[in-house]
């Protein structure tokens, strides 16, 4: 049974650039896709990326100039990185698998963005 | 980017029938588009119910049926429970990217 962990700031300040970790346990990050989601307070979910088993990414058209999604095999876990945020940014972020029909998902970090 | 619309609310009665829509401004929506379905509740995270239109996870319940039904994606619950009252999203896939529709509130009532 895989298990996602998330680690990361719940406040970031505006302009400044979101990191948010999400560890895998259970099997391994290699083979399959690993994916970001996010939902702001009161609104639906947003598709944020993923990262396939090859390392190639593929990102929301409207986040795409700002966001970056990696893994570290080292360490079985992906990562996400947001610049240059604003307060339209403040959201539950999940990190989920993929592959195999998002069949595994992180506990939700709520990140706000606030000076 | 494409939007995908999806009803905002719905109620069903227990042991009814309801069916939730997903929709594509760029047309029809078809296999092609991978349709899943998630059910969301306060405080959990999202759980795939459906995935690509009509396959089910090991946890979706039988009452829980996906579809395309006149050119938009569908999920039909049959026999309506209590524990069925929830935010049910559906993700479509447009040439790589996904995007999620706005969410229908089921209440079962």
């Known amino acids: 049974q895989v298990h996602l962990q998330q680690s990361g700031p719940g406040l970031v300040k505006p302009s400044e650039t979101l990191s948010l970790s999400c560890i895998v346990s259970?099997?391994?990050?290699?083979?399959?896709?690993w994916s970001w989601i996010r939902q702001p307070p009161g609104k639906g979910l947003e598709w944020i990326g993923y990262i396939s088993y090859s390392g190639s990414t593929t990102y929301n058209p409207s986040l795409r100039s700002r966001v970056t999604i990696s893994t570290d095999a080292s360490q079985n876990q992906f990562s996400l990185r947001l610049n240059s945020v604003s307060a339209a940014d403040t959201a539950v972020y999940y990190c989920?698998?993929?592959?195999?029909?998002?069949?595994?998902w992180g506990q939700g970090t709520l990140v706000t963005v606030s000076s | 980017q494409a939007v995908v619309t999806q009803e905002p609310s719905l109620t069903v009665s227990p042991g009814g029938t309801v069916t939730l829509t997903c929709g594509s401004s760029?047309?029809?929506?078809?296999?092609?588009?991978?349709p899943y379905w998630f059910q969301r509740k306060p405080g959990q995270a999202p759980r795939t119910l459906i995935y690509?239109?009509?396959n089910k996870q090991p946890w979706t319940p039988a009452r829980f049926s996906g579809s395309l039904l006149g050119g938009q994606a569908a999920l039909t619950l049959s026999t309506a429970q209590p524990e069925d009252e929830a935010e049910y999203y559906c993700l479509l896939y447009f040439g790589g990217a996904r995007v999620f529709g706005g969410g229908t509130q089921l209440t079962v009532l």
């Open positions: 259970g099997d391994s990050i290699n083979g399959y896709s």
């Open positions: 760029t047309g029809a929506v078809t296999s092609g588009h991978y």
């Open positions: 989920a698998r993929h592959s195999s029909a998002y069949d595994s």
């Open positions: 690509d239109t009509n």
